[in-house]
C-alpha cells in the first residue's frame, strides 16, 4: 500500500519527483508542473487535467520572467533620450529637451 503522504504516482523507477525536480533546480512553478505531470494518468484515469495544471504552472512562470524581464528593461529604450547629460526623471522620449 501506498504512503498517503508520498503516493506512488510520485515515484517512478526508483525516482521520487521531488528529488528529480530539486537536482534540475526547478523553482516552484515548474516542480509544480513536473509534479503534474509525473502524476499525469496516475492519481486519476483521465490525465487532462493534471496536464491543463502543469500547462497552467508553465504559463505562470513565463509571465513572471516576462514581468522580471520589464522590469530590468532600460528605461532608455523606445526612442528614448540617449543624451548623456541628461537628467530627466522619468527619461523622455525624442530629442533632449532638458536644460544643460
Known sequence: ?????????????GYEA?????????????????????????????????LAKA???IQFRIEELEAEDEANASPRKNNACTTSACTLVPPHAGPCRAAF
Open 1 to 13: 500500500m501506498s504512503d498517503p503522504t508520498n503516493p506512488d504516482y510520485y515515484n517512478a523507477g
Open 55 to 57: 500547462v497552467r504552472m
Open 18 to 50: 521531488r528529488k528529480v525536480a530539486k537536482a534540475f533546480g526547478f523553482e516552484a512553478y515548474l516542480f509544480n508542473a513536473f509534479k503534474y505531470m509525473c502524476r499525469a494518468g496516475k492519481k486519476t484515469l483521465n490525465p487532462r487535467l493534471d
